[in-house]
């Protein structure tokens, strides 16, 4: 009996382990540039949604958030985002899906 009871806990910790280790794979934590990719991308997306397509304009507003947003892109730096973060942000269509697919 006290074999099966340490078979069953050893099966149980592997298939604990395994979905856990795999969660953690293919991502490492964010550096200064990948917060800063994750931001452009958001106000893209903010941009396009509102109907506007002027350049300049995006480049203004990226500037201004990355200023007023400049202590939270450095807490970002502590979150996991994909190793294909810029593969991520290029298809993510939201924000959500930025949230949920793209940074943990």
Do not use: K, N, Q
Not at 68 to 87: I, K, M, Y
């Amino acid at each position: 009996m006290r074999r099966a009871t340490e078979t069953g806990r050893w099966v149980l910790a592997v298939a604990l382990a395994g979905p856990i280790a795999f969660a953690g794979c293919h991502r490492h934590v964010a550096s200064a540039a990948d917060c800063r990719a994750v931001l452009d991308r958001l106000v893209d997306l903010e941009l396009e949604e509102s109907g506007y397509r002027d350049a300049a304009l995006a480049v203004r507003w990226r500037a201004e958030l990355a200023r007023r947003f400049e202590s939270d892109l450095s807490r970002c730096e502590t979150l996991h985002v994909r190793d294909d973060l810029a593969g991520c942000l290029g298809t993510a269509r939201s924000s959500e899906e930025i949230a949920h697919r793209c940074v943990e």
